[in-house]
C-alpha cells in the first residue's frame, strides 16, 4: 500500500488581479467589476490533478470562498484540502493588529463552512507577511484551532521573510499552545535561502534544473513544499502595465507552467499539506 506522499503541493486560489504586484491597477475596490478568469486555470489544473493522481491544498482567498461556494465544493469534492488564505489578500501588517487578523480569519472560516466544507486547518498569510513583527499571528491561529501555518518564508527579501527561521518542518510555540510550521520550499544557494518552492522558479528555470534542485532538497530530508497561482496557468490573462522586473517576474513563462507541472507529476507524488504533515508525524492523522 502507498504510504502518505512525501512532497505537498498547494495553490494560492485567487483572481490575477488580487496579487501584490498589480495592487496599484487594481485597487480592492474595482475587483467586482474586473472580469473573473480563476475558473479557466482551475478547470486545467483539477483535471490535471485527476489525471495524475495528485492532491493538492487550496488556500482560497475568503473574498473569492464568499462568491465561489461552488469552486470550493468542487476543489473539496475532488478529494484536495481547502485552507485559508485570508480574507482579502491584506498584508498581516495591515490589518488592525491580532483583532482585525482574527476577524478576517472567522470571515474567511464561515464563507468556507458556509460551502459545505470543514472548517480550515492550515493557514497561508498573504504575501508571507507573517514575519518578526507579526509573529502575533501565531497566537491567533493557535486560538482559533489552525493545526499548522505556511506563512514564514525562510528568506531574505526586502518587504517580508524570517532569513534565519528552520526551513524544514518546525514547531512554533505561543502562549496559547503550539501550532506546525510548514514553509515553502527554499535551497540553500551561496549563503542564501532561494525561494525554488514558488512559482517564479518554477517557471524561470530550466525543469530539469528545477526538478534537480527539488530532488536536492529531498536528499537533505525535508518534504518539497510548492506553491502556485491560477493566474500563473493562464497566459492569455490582460497583461498590465507595471514595472519592467514586476513585469518579467508576472509573466514569464505562463505558457508553459501547465505542460512543466503535467512533467512534474509524471514523476513526483505530491499531496495535500495536511497529508506530508500527517504522513511526517508532525500532526495527528
Ligand atoms: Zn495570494
Sequence with gaps: MPGAPRH?????VEEFFQVANLKAAFPKESWDSVPSRVDLAM??????????????????????????????????????????????HEFLWDLDGPSGFREHLRKTEEAIEAAGVPRPVGFRASTFTLTRETWWA?????????LYDS???????????????????????????????????????????????????????PGALH?????????????????????????DQPRIATSALKKFRHYVGLEKSLSRLDRLLETWTFGSMREVLEGEGALPS
Excluded at 8 to 12: E, H, I, K, T
Aim: aromatic letters at 12%; glycine letters at 10%.
Design 8 to 12: 505537498a503541493l498547494s495553490f494560492d
Design 211 to 235: 526538478r534537480a534542485a527539488l530532488a536536492r532538497v529531498t536528499r537533505m530530508g525535508r518534504p518539497v513544499a510548492l506553491y502556485l497561482h491560477p493566474w500563473e496557468f493562464d497566459p
Design 138 to 146: 501565531f497566537d491567533v491561529l493557535v486560538e482559533r484551532g489552525y
Design 43 to 88: 478547470d486545467k489544473l483539477l483535471e490535471l490533478l485527476d489525471r495524475r493522481g495528485a492532491k493538492a491544498t487550496m488556500f482560497f482567498l475568503g473574498w473569492l470562498a464568499v462568491r465561489r461556494p461552488d469552486l470550493v465544493r468542487r476543489c473539496h469534492d475532488a478529494g484536495h484540502e481547502i485552507a485559508s488564505h485570508g480574507w482579502e
Design 151 to 205: 506563512s514564514v518564508h525562510p528568506v531574505r527579501h526586502p518587504t517580508y521573510g524570517v532569513p534565519d527561521f528552520d526551513p524544514g518542518i518546525s514547531t512554533v510555540s505561543t502562549g496559547n499552545g503550539s501550532i506546525v510550521e510548514f514553509p515553502v520550499t527554499t535551497f540553500p544557494f551561496a549563503g542564501k535561502n532561494l525561494p525554488i518552492g514558488g512559482g517564479g522558479y518554477f517557471r524561470l528555470l
